[in-house]
Protein backbone atom coordinates (compact mmCIF):
# COMPACT_ATOMS: atom_id res chain seq x y z
CA UNK A 1 0.00 0.00 0.00
CA UNK A 2 2.23 2.76 -1.69
CA UNK A 3 1.95 6.32 -1.78
CA UNK A 4 3.69 5.71 -5.22
CA UNK A 5 0.25 5.20 -6.49
CA UNK A 6 -1.07 8.53 -6.25
CA UNK A 7 -5.00 9.44 -6.03
CA UNK A 8 -5.54 5.83 -7.58
CA UNK A 9 -4.07 3.87 -4.44
CA UNK A 10 -3.99 6.32 -1.56
CA UNK A 11 -6.84 8.39 -1.71
CA UNK A 12 -8.24 8.36 1.67
CA UNK A 13 -11.72 8.62 -0.04
CA UNK A 14 -11.64 5.33 -1.76
CA UNK A 15 -9.22 3.27 0.14
CA UNK A 16 -11.17 1.61 2.24
CA UNK A 17 -13.70 0.44 -1.03
CA UNK A 18 -10.80 -0.58 -2.81
CA UNK A 19 -9.08 -2.58 -0.18
CA UNK A 20 -12.47 -4.46 0.56
CA UNK A 21 -12.92 -5.12 -2.90
CA UNK A 22 -9.58 -6.17 -3.24
CA UNK A 23 -9.58 -8.55 -0.20
CA UNK A 24 -13.49 -9.79 -1.62
CA UNK A 25 -12.16 -10.64 -4.67
CA UNK A 26 -8.87 -12.21 -3.56
CA UNK A 27 -11.18 -14.37 -1.07
CA UNK A 28 -13.92 -15.68 -3.89
CA UNK A 29 -11.76 -15.78 -6.04
CA UNK A 30 -7.91 -16.75 -5.79
CA UNK A 31 -6.53 -17.92 -2.59
CA UNK A 32 -6.99 -20.93 -0.83
CA UNK A 33 -9.16 -21.29 3.02
CA UNK A 34 -5.82 -21.87 4.71
CA UNK A 35 -4.21 -19.43 3.17
CA UNK A 36 -1.79 -17.63 5.19
CA UNK A 37 -2.20 -14.02 4.60
CA UNK A 38 0.58 -11.67 4.82
CA UNK A 39 0.93 -7.50 4.66
CA UNK A 40 3.28 -4.85 4.16
CA UNK A 41 2.06 -1.73 5.09
CA UNK A 42 2.30 2.04 6.58
CA UNK A 43 2.15 2.81 9.52
CA UNK A 44 -0.40 5.48 9.54
CA UNK A 45 -2.50 2.37 7.22
CA UNK A 46 -2.87 -0.01 10.44
CA UNK A 47 -6.06 0.70 11.67
CA UNK A 48 -7.89 0.68 8.23
CA UNK A 49 -6.12 -2.60 7.08
CA UNK A 50 -7.01 -4.80 10.40
CA UNK A 51 -10.48 -3.37 10.18
CA UNK A 52 -10.51 -4.61 6.61
CA UNK A 53 -9.43 -7.99 7.54
CA UNK A 54 -12.09 -8.43 10.04
CA UNK A 55 -14.81 -7.33 7.81
CA UNK A 56 -13.38 -10.51 5.56
CA UNK A 57 -13.12 -12.86 8.50
CA UNK A 58 -9.47 -13.01 9.05
CA UNK A 59 -7.46 -11.53 12.15
CA UNK A 60 -4.08 -10.39 12.81
CA UNK A 61 -2.09 -13.37 13.74
CA UNK A 62 1.07 -11.18 14.69
CA UNK A 63 2.91 -8.36 13.63
CA UNK A 64 6.23 -9.00 11.69
CA UNK A 65 8.53 -6.00 11.72
CA UNK A 66 11.21 -5.27 8.94
CA UNK A 67 14.23 -4.30 10.36
CA UNK A 68 16.00 -1.91 7.93
CA UNK A 69 19.55 -1.40 7.77
CA UNK A 70 19.40 2.42 7.22
CA UNK A 71 17.17 4.81 8.15
CA UNK A 72 14.58 6.92 6.04
CA UNK A 73 14.50 10.25 6.73
CA UNK A 74 11.34 11.97 6.39
CA UNK A 75 8.99 14.57 7.82
CA UNK A 76 8.53 12.36 10.88
CA UNK A 77 10.08 13.48 14.71
CA UNK A 78 12.39 10.03 14.09
CA UNK A 79 14.45 8.14 11.02
CA UNK A 80 11.63 5.46 10.42
CA UNK A 81 14.19 2.46 10.60
CA UNK A 82 11.86 -0.43 10.17
CA UNK A 83 8.28 -1.07 8.48
CA UNK A 84 5.47 -3.44 9.55
CA UNK A 85 3.80 -6.33 8.16
CA UNK A 86 0.68 -8.24 9.31
CA UNK A 87 0.10 -11.95 9.53
CA UNK A 88 -2.68 -13.87 9.82
CA UNK A 89 -5.57 -16.02 8.16
CA UNK A 90 -9.49 -16.31 7.73
CA UNK A 91 -10.82 -17.76 10.67
CA UNK A 92 -10.68 -20.78 12.00
CA UNK A 93 -8.47 -22.28 9.29
CA UNK A 94 -4.89 -21.93 10.66
CA UNK A 95 -2.57 -22.31 7.50
CA UNK A 96 0.24 -24.63 6.72
CA UNK A 97 3.82 -24.21 8.50
CA UNK A 98 6.46 -26.74 5.70
CA UNK A 99 9.45 -25.21 7.73
CA UNK A 100 11.01 -27.01 10.67
CA UNK A 101 12.87 -23.70 11.82
CA UNK A 102 10.58 -21.14 13.96
CA UNK A 103 11.73 -17.27 13.61
CA UNK A 104 11.35 -14.30 15.31
CA UNK A 105 9.04 -12.26 14.79
CA UNK A 106 11.96 -9.21 13.86
CA UNK A 107 13.82 -9.71 10.41
CA UNK A 108 16.73 -7.93 9.69
CA UNK A 109 16.87 -7.01 6.09
CA UNK A 110 18.77 -4.43 3.51
CA UNK A 111 16.89 -1.93 1.96
CA UNK A 112 17.96 -0.39 -1.30
CA UNK A 113 19.57 2.90 -1.45
CA UNK A 114 18.17 5.51 -3.46
CA UNK A 115 20.54 4.93 -6.48
CA UNK A 116 19.51 1.00 -6.46
CA UNK A 117 16.15 1.73 -6.73
CA UNK A 118 15.95 3.82 -9.99
CA UNK A 119 12.95 2.38 -11.51
CA UNK A 120 10.59 1.37 -8.66
CA UNK A 121 10.47 3.98 -5.34
CA UNK A 122 9.76 1.19 -2.51
CA UNK A 123 11.07 -2.41 -3.65
CA UNK A 124 11.04 -4.79 -1.17
CA UNK A 125 14.08 -7.65 -0.50
CA UNK A 126 13.67 -10.86 -1.61
CA UNK A 127 13.42 -12.42 1.66
CA UNK A 128 9.86 -10.20 2.54
CA UNK A 129 8.38 -12.79 0.27
CA UNK A 130 10.49 -15.03 0.52
CA UNK A 131 10.49 -16.04 4.40
CA UNK A 132 6.69 -16.97 4.10
CA UNK A 133 6.81 -18.63 1.45
CA UNK A 134 9.35 -21.14 3.10
CA UNK A 135 7.18 -21.11 5.83
CA UNK A 136 4.03 -21.78 4.44
CA UNK A 137 3.98 -23.13 1.08
CA UNK A 138 6.29 -26.08 0.06
CA UNK A 139 8.49 -25.95 -3.23
CA UNK A 140 6.14 -25.93 -6.57
CA UNK A 141 3.84 -24.48 -4.39
CA UNK A 142 1.63 -21.35 -5.49
CA UNK A 143 1.47 -17.95 -4.11
CA UNK A 144 -0.96 -14.84 -4.87
CA UNK A 145 0.34 -11.15 -5.13
CA UNK A 146 -2.34 -8.50 -5.87
CA UNK A 147 0.68 -5.22 -5.72
CA UNK A 148 3.84 -6.71 -7.21
CA UNK A 149 5.19 -3.62 -7.56
CA UNK A 150 8.73 -3.79 -8.19
CA UNK A 151 8.37 -7.77 -8.64
CA UNK A 152 10.49 -8.70 -5.70
CA UNK A 153 7.28 -11.36 -4.95
CA UNK A 154 8.28 -12.95 -8.63
CA UNK A 155 11.95 -13.02 -7.61
CA UNK A 156 11.56 -14.10 -4.62
CA UNK A 157 9.21 -17.36 -6.11
CA UNK A 158 11.75 -17.95 -8.98
CA UNK A 159 14.86 -17.71 -6.22
CA UNK A 160 12.71 -20.17 -3.82
CA UNK A 161 10.79 -22.27 -6.18
CA UNK A 162 7.75 -21.54 -5.48
CA UNK A 163 4.96 -20.36 -8.10
CA UNK A 164 3.80 -16.66 -8.09
CA UNK A 165 0.76 -15.70 -9.43
CA UNK A 166 1.01 -11.57 -9.70
CA UNK A 167 -1.07 -8.48 -10.93
CA UNK A 168 -0.21 -4.97 -11.09
CA UNK A 169 -2.50 -1.62 -11.84
CA UNK A 170 0.34 0.08 -13.04
CA UNK A 171 1.85 -0.68 -16.98
CA UNK A 172 4.95 1.01 -16.21
CA UNK A 173 5.15 -1.45 -12.78
CA UNK A 174 4.25 -4.68 -15.10
CA UNK A 175 6.95 -3.60 -16.99
CA UNK A 176 9.21 -3.49 -14.47
CA UNK A 177 8.71 -6.64 -13.03
CA UNK A 178 8.57 -8.55 -16.68
CA UNK A 179 11.69 -6.72 -17.81
CA UNK A 180 13.52 -7.37 -13.99
CA UNK A 181 13.07 -10.76 -14.40
CA UNK A 182 14.27 -11.57 -17.82
CA UNK A 183 17.08 -10.02 -16.75
CA UNK A 184 17.58 -12.16 -13.66
CA UNK A 185 16.79 -15.57 -15.03
CA UNK A 186 18.38 -15.13 -18.57
CA UNK A 187 14.31 -16.31 -20.07
CA UNK A 188 11.99 -14.68 -22.22
CA UNK A 189 8.61 -13.47 -20.68
CA UNK A 190 5.70 -15.07 -22.90
CA UNK A 191 2.09 -13.36 -23.04
CA UNK A 192 -0.30 -16.03 -22.22
CA UNK A 193 -2.66 -17.32 -25.07
CA UNK A 194 -0.56 -16.19 -28.16
CA UNK A 195 3.68 -17.23 -27.40
CA UNK A 196 4.70 -14.27 -28.21
CA UNK A 197 7.80 -12.49 -26.23
CA UNK A 198 7.70 -9.22 -24.55
CA UNK A 199 9.96 -7.67 -26.38
CA UNK A 200 7.70 -8.73 -29.51
CA UNK A 201 4.52 -7.48 -27.62
CA UNK A 202 6.22 -4.23 -26.10
CA UNK A 203 7.38 -3.63 -30.06
CA UNK A 204 4.02 -3.61 -31.40
CA UNK A 205 2.76 -1.56 -28.31
CA UNK A 206 4.68 1.24 -28.45
CA UNK A 207 6.01 0.92 -31.90
CA UNK A 208 9.30 3.82 -32.46
CA UNK A 209 9.10 4.36 -28.57
CA UNK A 210 10.00 1.11 -28.41
CA UNK A 211 13.08 1.59 -30.06
CA UNK A 212 13.79 4.46 -28.36
CA UNK A 213 13.62 3.41 -24.70
CA UNK A 214 16.10 0.44 -25.51
Known amino acids: WSASYGTTW ?4 QGVELYDGF ?3 AVAEAITEDAAWYCWHAS ?19 QIIWVKDRGVLTRSHYLWKH ?9 PNRPPKVAEETLPST ?18 PLDAFGIPMRQHVARGGLCYEPFSGSGSQIMAGEANGRRVFAMEISPAYVDVAV ?26 RLGDKADAAA
Open 10 to 13: DDSS
Open 44 to 62: RRQAMLEACWEKAGAFVHQ
Open 107 to 124: WEMPSFAKDERTDHPTPK
Open 23 to 25: IAA
Open 83 to 91: EPCFMGWRR
Open 179 to 204: ERWQAETGKDAILDGDCRTFAEVKAE
